[in-house]
């Protein structure tokens, strides 16, 4: 069982950064894909980044591409997304998680933390 908890969001304006944290209960570094996620209010659950278990490896949706960058540091447990250049299209809450396929597929995470709300103001 992985138990995670994310924090950092926020209100920003628009063209500001954030950056969200994800920690877990316990080491994740040997075999966990970790993901973020958002959903805005009306819309479906959407993917935003992912990363390997080794960091090496790194997906992004489009939208977010060249502005948002995901990172973890296994000996701390914890992983991040630094969000720059924020747009009032990124208002949602993201969600951090945890599953053991290399996949955008929300329905392939096992293991959730609770959403962390961010506004960007125009």
């Known amino acids: 069982q992985v138990q995670l908890v994310d924090s950092g969001g926020g209100l920003v304006q628009a063209g500001g950064s954030l950056r969200l944290s994800c920690a877990t209960s316990?080491?994740?570094?040997?075999?966990?894909?970790m993901g973020w996620f958002r959903q805005a209010p009306g819309k479906e659950r959407e993917f935003v980044a992912r990363?390997?278990?080794?960091?090496?490896?790194?997906v992004y949706a489009d939208s977010v591409k060249g502005r948002f960058t995901i990172s973890r540091d296994n000996a701390e447990s914890t992983f991040y997304l630094q969000m720059n250049s924020l747009k009032p299209e990124d208002t949602a809450v993201y969600y951090c998680?945890?599953?053991?396929?290399?996949?955008?597929?929300?329905?392939?995470?096992?293991?959730w933390g609770q959403g962390t709300q961010v506004t960007v103001s125009s």
């Open positions: 990363i390997s278990w080794s960091g090496s490896n790194r």
């Open positions: 316990r080491r994740t570094g040997t075999s966990y894909t």
């Open positions: 998680a945890a599953g053991t396929r290399w996949t955008n597929s929300a329905q392939s995470y096992d293991y």
